[in-house]
């Protein structure tokens, strides 16, 4: 696109290509514009914007009680973008986060159920065996449900946006099912929810952060370097550049579509294991359930954002989980209008996902010349020529 003004010509090209640098720029001027933005709503609300932004701050990633519950939700966060970023690496949208997780969680409690440990909250299970196996599950049932949507993609061409949907749906009433109204998973005092997982099979903390917290750091190492170095990785990213090509060059793109798709369920049922199983203060699946399906979606967010990179994904899935604690905890010390903790997750994400759509745009200021007239004397006859 081409425009020119006052004499100088303003041009918006495409990059050839993009720096790590320009992404982390990108954020940081959407996050600048988001609190300007939101400046106003605050103001609007009676509440000082700098006292508003420094209870979240304070409370999510100072306060002993808040910086906790901002690990474990950034931990829910980072999961499910590697659930989404690993399908997106092969060009297709994983919009079943939602069901994946609940298909974890399920597979999890489906565990301890066969072990007895719904019966008593003290009951002595062997927590070396269970546990293992729980986490087994969780990736497994996740993992598998996922790729459903991955084999029907790659054999019957079904756009995988529609069946990821109409499954979280599956899955969502499913959880109902078993949790509620004498369902094998209610919990032990009829209350419409999960019952409590025992004692023995929690698992062990280290700094007031579950085990879990630890390995969505080293399954971001292990994602960039299964990606980039292997040689799924390289068929993987072919396919996201060209399916086309991909076939051409001999690659399955059923195994690869049913294989993306399969990884990306087995994160997101490690954040259903991780939230429901390993976080202090759940240790079930609580009557909101649902609402932690829609906190899914924020992994997709985190996912776009960090540009499909699994360690940028690490901050920003942070930042959202901060914002998500400290922005409720805000609304209720400063008692402003409910839902004004959502306005600013949702401008905040909006924002930053537009200024990474730009981030591959630059625009060029040129300066222009008006044309001047040279006369030139030859003979009897006078040209005019334009120089520039």
Request: one cysteine or more.
């Amino acid at each position: 696109m081409r425009i020119e003004v006052a004499g100088y010509l303003l041009r918006v090209e495409k990059r050839a290509g993009t720096r790590w640098w320009h992404a982390a720029l990108a954020s940081l001027l959407a996050i600048v514009a988001s609190l300007f933005l939101l400046g106003f709503a605050f103001l609007q609300a009676g509440a000082d914007p700098g006292q508003v932004y420094f209870e979240i701050a304070r409370y999510a990633f100072l306060s002993e009680f808040g910086l906790p519950q901002t690990v474990n939700r950034g931990v829910f966060i980072l999961l499910c973008a590697f659930a989404f970023i690993v399908p997106m690496r092969a060009g297709l949208w994983n919009i079943g986060l939602p069901g994946q997780v609940y298909a974890g969680a399920l597979a999890v409690f489906g565990v301890v159920h066969l072990f007895g440990g719904n019966a008593d909250l003290n009951a002595p299970l062997p927590g070396w065996l269970v546990i293992p196996l729980m986490l087994l599950a969780a990736a497994a049932g996740g993992g598998l449900y996922g790729a459903v949507a991955g084999f029907l993609r790659g054999r019957f061409e079904v756009n995988e946006i529609v069946t990821t949907m109409m499954m979280n749906w599956i899955m969502l009433w499913l959880v109902a099912h078993m949790i509620r109204e004498g369902g094998p998973f209610m919990g032990r005092t009829a209350e419409g929810e999960g019952f409590s997982l025992p004692l023995s099979v929690r698992l062990p903390q280290v700094a007031t952060v579950p085990l879990t917290a630890y390995g969505a750091l080293l399954l971001a190492a292990v994602l960039v370097v299964f990606l980039n170095k292997t040689t799924l990785g390289y068929q993987i990213r072919v396919m996201g550049h060209s399916p086309a090509a991909a076939r051409y060059a001999g690659i399955d793109t059923l195994f690869v579509s049913t294989l993306v798709f399969g990884l990306g369920g087995l994160f997101a049922g490690l954040a259903g294991y991780h939230y429901f199983a390993a976080v202090p203060g759940v240790y079930k699946i609580p009557k909101s359930y649902s609402d932690f399906g829609d906190f899914s979606f924020y992994g997709l967010i985190t996912g776009l954002i960090a540009r499909n990179h699994p360690v940028a994904a690490i901050p920003v899935a942070l930042l959202f989980g901060g914002l998500a604690s400290g922005a409720r905890f805000m609304q209720g010390k400063l008692q402003l209008t409910f839902g004004i903790d959502y306005a600013l997750l949702g401008v905040l994400m909006m924002t930053m996902v537009a200024f990474q759509a730009l981030v591959g745009y630059r625009l060029l200021v040129e300066r222009t010349l008006a044309p001047v007239t040279v006369a030139v004397e030859r003979e009897d006859s006078r040209v005019e020529s334009p120089r520039h």
